[in-house]
């Protein structure tokens, strides 16, 4: 089982480029694993397994081509550094850039109509892609606080929408008309997404409020010996820093575009904590393991 976590993790790591930071949050899900009975004796397989998801997601992140870095900075700019504001140019003319690339805002890298520019032109290349690498947008959002606190409660509005609407489900032969999506196993997304409040602080309180009711079972777990409490804690941790920081990366390497897709592990991490403390509530067990549980210090 300890393996197929390590096969499962990688895999997932390596599936997308985007998907290379969750190596970090599958390192903090690993800790929990060093409590397992006779882990003793397997330290050395447990400390490979995390350094194979380190180089997983180090590799993958490396392995992104320019292109395709090319077009998350150009994005980055039009969807996130331009947007939620009422005044882009004189905040991009303090970070070196031409005002004139404000008349850019909301373009896409590979537009669907005219453009008033080339994205991929030498002018474009040359006075900004070139210079709004991922140094500057972090810079430029940490003078502009209150701006990126809009875009990540715009990401906050996506969070729960699990179902890319810009693209169809059917091909062609199909017969179905255009954009058509299927509609299996959707009502607790679509609910979800209708009511859920969309405001990134809520994200925050939220994961807060599950680690620390997780780390209250961890605390007494620890103490008395045993390991639910303390693997549940760690797994808990690592699915919130999910949710906390990927909405983050998201703004800051794409802005506000295809953010369904990229934040996807969100409510996917999100659903499986509700499902997991309403499993210990209905168990009895949220706070306190059961009794069967083997003691880790018993081997």
Not at 148 to 158: C, S
Not at 213 to 236: E, H
Not at 271 to 297: K, P
Request: hydrophobic share 50%; charged share 15%; with cysteine.
């Amino acid at each position: 089982m300890v393996l197929l976590f390590f096969v499962s993790s990688i895999i997932l790591i390596t599936n997308k480029q985007q998907n290379a930071p969750l190596a970090l949050s599958f390192m903090v899900i690993t800790i929990g694993l060093f409590f397992l009975p006779q882990v003793r004796a397997r330290k050395l397989l447990l400390g490979l397994g995390m350094l194979g998801i380190l180089i997983a997601g180090g590799v993958t992140y490396a392995l992104i081509n320019t292109e395709f870095s090319t077009v998350n900075q150009y994005q980055a700019f039009t969807h996130g550094v331009l947007m939620e504001t009422g005044d882009p140019s004189h905040k991009i003319a303090k970070g070196g850039i031409s005002q004139q690339f404000a008349l850019m805002r909301a373009d896409d890298y590979y537009p669907k109509t005219y453009a008033a520019v080339k994205p991929s032109g030498k002018l474009v290349t040359k006075k900004l892609t070139k210079r709004v690498g991922l140094a500057w947008v972090v810079r430029y959002y940490a003078s502009n606080l209150r701006q990126f606190g809009q875009l990540l409660d715009v990401a906050a509005k996506d969070v729960m929408v699990t179902q890319v609407k810009a693209v169809g489900d059917y091909t062609k032969s199909s017969g179905a008309k255009p954009g058509t999506q299927v509609t299996y196993f959707t009502a607790f997304s679509a609910y979800m997404g209708a009511f859920f409040p969309g405001k990134f602080a809520f994200l925050c309180l939220l994961a807060i409020a599950f680690i620390a009711v997780y780390g209250v079972s961890f605390y007494l777990d620890l103490k008395s010996g045993k390991i639910t409490g303390i693997i549940r804690f760690f797994l808990v941790l690592g699915l919130m820093t999910m949710v906390i920081f990927v909405p983050i990366i998201s703004i800051i390497g794409d802005g506000d575009a295809d953010l369904a897709k990229h934040l996807f592990m969100v409510p996917l991490s999100l659903d499986l904590v509700i499902i997991q403390f309403i499993a210990d509530i209905l168990h009895h067990r949220l706070w306190q393991s059961s009794t069967e549980s083997r003691d880790w210090n018993e081997k």
